[in-house]
């Protein structure tokens, strides 16, 4: 058959199809009352005079209730079809969002004086909360950034825009932690008024004089691995922009060729709520693995993270996850 006849065909039965459908149900209805008008006869057993009414009941009965069948259904069809036109602009206003917070995340630093680096992040949903950056103020410096912004969806990853732009234009003025941190939170405050909050790590690294220097802002406490074990890091204050005027103090240690520095979001760390050794003995055996590298203690710890049962007692739990990793070789 040609395509014109195949383009007829299929116009043909595009037309007839309501048309059919309308008498088949005409018939069922027709059958219907008709069913329903002879139960009425037998029960009621009606004169002449009432057999007219009973039947004209029994048609206006079934019209009624076929009118209200169809109507129903129209409305509930047009409710449907709004609904899905509103979830299809959710959709793809989460995509846009995704694809923009995707971008905001940096590439890592190349491997320098010994010091590599790795990062990963892996959201909940289409969207989270969880953010890293980095910055290079000067060619032996390194600056880290783990953050996570309080409350999820759109408004965390809009928060996120104002924490990396912020995060930036401050790290260009001074490297120091603890100055980082506060200048941050003040202005956080005075956007948002503490409510959103942000909880992070800013670590400081100097390559020639192998130096961390950190600040915790209300974050799960990173990891120095050294050997067997690990020591947290908490010095710091509360979470950015939560309080207004707030203060931070910064640690510094040193670091030694063979140590491992892991910075992660709660999501990693609640991930593991059910582990029977601590999760510094965790991490320290993650990095003695061979083959040694930032990249493969950072996938590792992921990978284990995300197979997590999360925090005891709480079902279906989910939270974004977020490991930052620096090794000294």
Known sequence: MTPAGLSLTSTFHHRTRPASQAVIVALAFYLFAGTIEASLIRIVQPTEMELDWVSDMVLSAALGTAVYLWLHL??????LTEREREQLVIQTQLSLAEGMQRRLLPPVPLPAQGFEWAATLTPAGSIG????????PSPNVRVMLIADVSGKGIS???????????????????????????????????EWHGAPYVTCVIARVDLSERMLTYVNAGHPPGLLVRGNGGRDLWEGGPPLGLIDGADYREECLTVQ?????????????????????SFSTLVAGIA????????????????RAVEGSGPHGVHDWTDDRTVVVFTLS
């Open 74 to 79: 129209r409305a509930t069809r047009l409710a």
């Open 129 to 136: 909360g969880d953010f890293y950056d980095f910055a290079e």
């Open 156 to 190: 965390a990853a809009m928060a996120l825009t104002l924490l990396r732009a912020t995060f930036r234009n401050v790290a260009r003025d001074t490297t120091d932690p603890a100055q980082l941190a506060t200048r941050m939170s003040r202005a956080f405050y005075g």
């Open 257 to 277: 060729a063979g140590d491992v520095c892991v910075l992660m979001t709660d999501g990693v760390t609640e991930s593991f709520d059910d582990l029977s050794s």
């Open 288 to 303: 003695s693995r061979r083959p040694r590298s930032a990249a493969n203690i950072c996938d590792t710890l992921m990978s």
